[in-house]
């Protein structure tokens, strides 16, 4: 279903040819770019210019390299599933107040048709043209809008399983996220603890150095002394 809804999110943005971009970034490691133009069968060009617009919306995440060799950046990208889902979230909240906003013009205001030319008016267009169609001359008949508001209905119940099914999927990504960050944390502290713990043992190492060096100054300090020997003095 995440798969799906990546592949949803891409074809918002981009269009149908963006489709295959999901499947490409949805690992945890960044994925070089000429591989996703090799993969998608595109110019690099064409294909930067796909995530560049992606990318404008926040969706993809990006990291380059210099080639030490050649001296040019190469990028490496990859999709941030967290606000795809929410862009997603986000699309399906508009569609649904759209049709909110639909079906209470339905319900509230009368609307008219001329059945010969298929075309619609409402109340106040209807009567400018005395609810006569100025293209045939056919007069306007009243539309019935209960079964326009039956499909309306009908489209609100798929967005609301839709919604629901997305609004699991983020729940899912961001407990995956936490416990990402809980490992992390854990991480970074056990890395303090072994840096304060080889800190430690280089000051006692210091110290130890330095209490040496100390004893050998002192000593190098200290002269031997002289043996003094008693001349006798010959009797004459």
């Not at 960044?30 to 560049?52: D, G, W």
């Not at 909240?93 to 075309?119: A, G, P, W």
């Not at 890395?191 to 050998?216: A, E, F, H, Y």
Request: charged share 45%; glycine share 2%; hydrophobic share 30%.
């Amino acid at each position: 279903m995440l798969k799906k809804f990546l592949k949803d999110v891409m074809i918002m943005v981009v269009g149908k040819q963006a489709e295959e971009i999901a499947d490409l970034l949805e690992g945890k490691k960044y994925v070089n770019e000429f591989i996703i133009a090799k993969k998608l069968n595109l110019t690099i060009n064409q294909t930067r210019n796909i995530l560049y617009k992606i990318s404008d919306h926040g969706l993809v995440s990006f990291i380059r390299k210099k080639d030490k060799r050649k001296g040019w950046y190469t990028y490496f990208w990859k999709i941030e599933i967290l606000k795809c889902l929410e862009f997603l979230r986000g699309g399906i909240l508009k569609k649904m107040d759209q049709i909110h906003h639909q079906v209470k013009s339905r319900e509230t205001k009368e609307f008219y048709v001329c059945e010969r030319c298929n075309i619609e008016f409402n109340e106040e267009n209807a009567l400018l043209y005395n609810f006569i169609c100025n293209e045939c001359g056919n007069v306007f008949t009243r539309k019935d809008n209960a079964p326009l508001l039956k499909e309306f209905n009908r489209d609100l119940d798929k967005l609301r399983k839709e919604l629901e099914l997305v609004e699991k999927e983020i729940k899912e990504e961001k407990d995956r996220l936490d416990k990402v960050k809980v490992r992390e944390l854990k991480k970074e502290e056990k890395m303090k603890k072994k840096t304060k713990k080889i800190v430690k043992k280089t000051k006692k190492t210091k110290n130890k150095k330095s209490k040496i060096k100390k004893k050998i100054k002192k000593i190098k300090r200290k002269k031997p002394k002289k043996s003094k020997k008693k001349i006798k003095k010959k009797k004459k």
